[in-house]
């Protein structure tokens, strides 16, 4: 057997959609005025009283009968405005960082700022005033109280309660008395509050123009800046000095046009209107181009981005024609034209605005859903031209040839930037521009920004040009002058120049001359010299040098052959194996045996590599052969290495080495090894068929370097040689190749903590070799 049941509702309701909702005494005032916006109200007062402890809002709204309140105030959770659609912006707008969060209960906003409320209303047609009194405390008391048990008054009254700086309604309206508040107002308060009413108002004009005053009441009749009377939106005038911006009015055949950046009159021009279409009306536009900076300040001062705001109005007569400017309208074609060139166009999120037309009667026709723009025909078509070419595109111009030019400028809400040459220049070039037209006359321009330059470097032959086109437009006679002393200054600065690069060129080439002479005294280097400054002690140090890598290589000889030794005696196949396990470790062992022979083979390669450089360099060597290691810079001594050992051998490629004068390599390093690095590289190439060989240095990080080797020859032929291998000891891909000369590369790199690699697709044989500075 079951019953049927249903909720209960415990009083403590109240305090969950009252204030523990509604935390904060600026959103509950914000969703009480709002409140009275949707009632149709066309003004709205707010005053405080510190001494009463109270708060009065007073509308000229709709007002509602005993009914309305029994059937939607006190019917929690009710909202007429839920059924219907948004009706502008205001819905968007988030005051101090917060919102109600849903709708039919903002009438719990009350419970936020006080203990006490009176609610007076008149319908409209009505002869009575209804009263509502509410002690919210009563929900307070116990929590096990059901909701609706609690008792509220409803009755009426003679007449709306005393205000004191607010007319009370007439024949329709509500007033809202709040008593016993919960917080403490003052006129800082108030102030801070009026910041946030201030996002109700519109200040484009886009919806209908509620006034919000507040009132604070001090005992005197004085009025306090900042606190009473009329709440105001300055975000217009604020953009009007953070932004570029263009004015344009449309009337009699002639368009008149003002440009201004961060407040700063740029320029105005007439020009002739080619619009017969239009003719009989007056078309009125102003439209604000948003950087980063006007973007954030519209933000923080609206509470809602500008792309939720909109784009740009069209009025008709007063009325507004929608969807025009919404979000996502695109009726001018702003968007479309944007994705075919990003950096170059305006879309509807980068401008703000509004355009008004005054005509006759049926001149412009909207569309009968009233809500799909005008009807189109010439005259509409007309009109949308003219805000797109005369107002948009032109302040485009201005805003993609002047402002994207700086990167700077996007965060940037003062017109300081606007004094430099390069930023005179494109202003002056747009200016000089419109000069050119026949059809345009220029009215005016900032002759603080169009004007010549100080620096002659900076004065262009296009400036020159625009300037000229201005001035004569103007008749300007002041400009002319300073284009004709320009021109003057530029033709004595190009004499001066053309003299001191004369003077120069001759100093030059004396300094070259004796350079040279110079260099031929200095062939004797730090560290290859020429074959006549070689005395006995030398060539002494060379033989003991020669004698330690011949001995390199004979202990290498005989670990070979010991090795080769393992390698046969292994090889002998012992009685009694028919295991293959036993077989699979006599081959192991076998390769063991034969890796080591080759490493040994590879050491006596690379002792004998230097061997015959130790004895290569008998005629030149000037470095301590006694410890074979020298401190210096690595990048010298290749240079050196290339010219006094590697220029004009028969039968080897020709050999570059490229390194800027100012890059240096100091360490420790072996002047031998050096030599075989550079040995074995060319000796490859040679063996590629290679004609020249180039070493170019490049600077890699703080304390290393780069080198580049490329060369002419055949390359590698993928289907002989494994490009990943080359590096490996014993690998090549000649049947006469040892394998050992890039093994050896390799090793003389490791050992200075660098690398080598092979680059490209793999079929050149060109390498990257990284050379690490000193370590301390």
Known sequence: MTTQESFRVSSHLKDIIGRDLVTNEFVAIFELVKNSFDAGATRVDIEFDPDERSITIVDDGRGMSAADIRGKWL??????????????????????????????????????????????SRADGAKSIVKLDIDWTLFEHDSTEEFQTVGVQLG???????????????????????????????????SRLRRDLAKLIDPFGTTSHVPVSTWFLDGTDEMIEGVDGPVGNEIADVLREKTSRIDVSIENGKIDTTLFDRGRKIYAIRETSPYDELEGARVDGQIYFLNRSAKHTFTSRMGLRSVEFGSVFLFLNGFRISPIGD???????????????????LGTRDIIGRVDVTARPKMFREVSSRDAGLVEDARSRALYEAIRRHMIFRLER????????????????????????????????????????????????????????????????????????????????????????????????????????????????????????IAALEQQAAFLGSSQDVDVERIQLLMHQATIH?????????????EARN???AAVMPEGLHDADDFEDLLASIRQSARRVSASIAGASLSGDRLRTVLSFAPNIRVDLETDKVNGDILRFLAEYFDVRLAGVPG??????????????????????????????MDNARKAKASKVEFKVSKKGQNA??????????????????????????????????????????????????????????????????MPGSKE
Not at 85 to 100: E, N
Not at 444 to 473: G, N, W
């Open 550 to 562: 011949l001995g390199h290589v004979r202990s290498a000889i005989a670990n070979a052959a010991f």
């Open 398 to 517: 201005y805003v993609v040839g002047v402002n994207w030019q700086d990167k700077r400028d996007q965060d940037r809400d003062t017109p300081e930037g606007l004094e430099t040459d390069l930023a005179r220049e494109r202003i002056l070039g747009i200016v000089g521009s419109l000069a050119r037209y026949k059809d345009i006359e220029v009215v005016y321009y900032d002759d603080e920004i169009v004007r010549v330059a100080d620096d002659p470097d900076q004065i262009t032959d296009d400036a020159l040009k625009a300037m000229s086109h201005l001035a004569e437009s103007r008749g300007d006679a002041s400009l002319l002058g300073q284009v004709e002393d320009a021109r003057r200054r530029i033709a004595e600065l190009k004499a001066s120049r053309a003299e001191a690069v004369a003077v120069a060129s001759q100093a030059m080439e004396e300094r070259a001359r004796a350079d040279a002479r």
């Open 652 to 681: 080897m490629p020709s050999a570059t080495f490229t390194s800027s004068p100012d890059l240096t390599l100091e360490r420790e390093f072996s002047p031998v090894d050096m030599a075989v690095f550079v040995d074995n590289l």
């Open 567 to 569: 390698v046969l005696d």
């Open 327 to 345: 979000e996502f309208d695109d009726t001018l074609g702003l968007n479309r034209r944007k994705q075919q060139g990003q950096s170059r166009y």
């Open 75 to 120: 019917f929690v959770a009710y909202s007429e405005k839920a059924l219907a659609s948004a009706d502008d912006y205001r819905d968007k707008i988030r005051p101090a960082g917060q919102y109600a969060g849903s709708k039919g209960i903002g009438r719990f906003a009350c419970d936020t700022l006080g203990e006490h409320l009176s609610l007076y």
């Open 156 to 190: 009426t009254a003679t007449r709306f309660p005393g205000i004191a700086n607010a007319k009370p309604p007439g024949d329709h309206g509500t007033v809202l008395v709040i008593k016993d508040t919960r917080q403490d107002w003052d006129t800082s308060t108030v």
């Open 705 to 770: 370097i780069v080198i580049k080797v490329t060369d002419d020859g055949v390359g590698i032929d993928p289907r002989r040689i494994d490009p990943s291998k080359i590096f490996e000891r014993g690998y090549t891909g000649s049947s006469a190749g040892t394998g050992l000369g890039l093994y050896s590369v390799r090793q003389i790199l490791d050992s200075m903590d660098g690398s080598i690699q092979l680059v490209g697709d793999g079929t050149r044989a060109d390498f990257e070799i990284v």
